[in-house]
């Protein structure tokens, strides 16, 4: 067992997965001699040389461009997008290439380009450093979507996406990159496409996933003073949904709150509320409630503390769903 940063946790699981296959490569702004921006590629370019760290043109639609010719070549490259407000111009090349070409060709073309994108806010970042651009992805046929919460995940969860012949979005929240948990590097890892409960209760089931499963986690122990216990579940997989938990627990618990940064409308929290209400619709004793960011853009770094879902506004959900 290893106490390890988030940021640190991936680093070591990129590392490993280096070592393992000689096709695996990393490119993005800055992830070589600087290490990015958030070190998570710190010392890699290092140890395995300018040609398989590779520092990229400021381009993001070539950087994906590449890696989708890379992997036609049989290598797997691990793309970062350094800030997640930079992979709009990305988009063209990761919706209309990376995610079509496998069914393009019936499956005879494997593209297992990983995309790595740190997301979400609380750092104090200036404009476009701060989205939560999930949604557009997990709306797009043909990508695995997936969010790391913690160091245990994130050195496990990277090497899965690296392995995967599916293209992937890997989310990292940049706001957890310093919290430290112990990692057992030689443990089996969970399904890639599993969610986990990560705290089990009795009264509502919370979904989250990525930056926002800290403050949910924080939101149960609130209430547990109050006699209330509340089921947290981490996502881990925003595309595909493992439904078969979420319903599970929902039908046990009866009440459902959802929980992301991103902006309540039309995020992510639609499509859970719609799908528990349609499968669980005779076990809910409430409505299924969201707790989000405000349809805005992202504000300055002064108001993000107003514009974030904090643990009040948890609370509040969990309150209101008892009031029906």
Known sequence: MTTLTLAKAINEGLRTAMEDDPKVLIMGEDVGKLGGVFRVTDGLQKDFGESRVIDTPLAESGIIGTAIGLALRGYRPVCEIQFDGFVFPAADQIITQLAKMPLRSLGKIKLPVVVRIPCGGGIGAVEHHSESPEAYFTHTGGLRVVACSNPVDGYHMIQQAIRCDDPVIFFEPKRRYWDKAEVDRGADPMPFDRAQIVRPGTDVTVLAYGPMLKTCLEAAAAVEEE???????????????DTGMIFDSVRRTGRCVVAHEAPIFSGLGAELAARVTEACFYNLEAPVLRVGG?????????LEDDYLPDLDRVLDAVDRTFAF
């Open 227 to 241: 006699g209330r216990s509340l089921e947290v579940i981490d996502l881990r997989s925003l595309n595909p949904l």
């Open 294 to 302: 405000f349809s805005t853009p992202y504000p300055p770094s002064r």
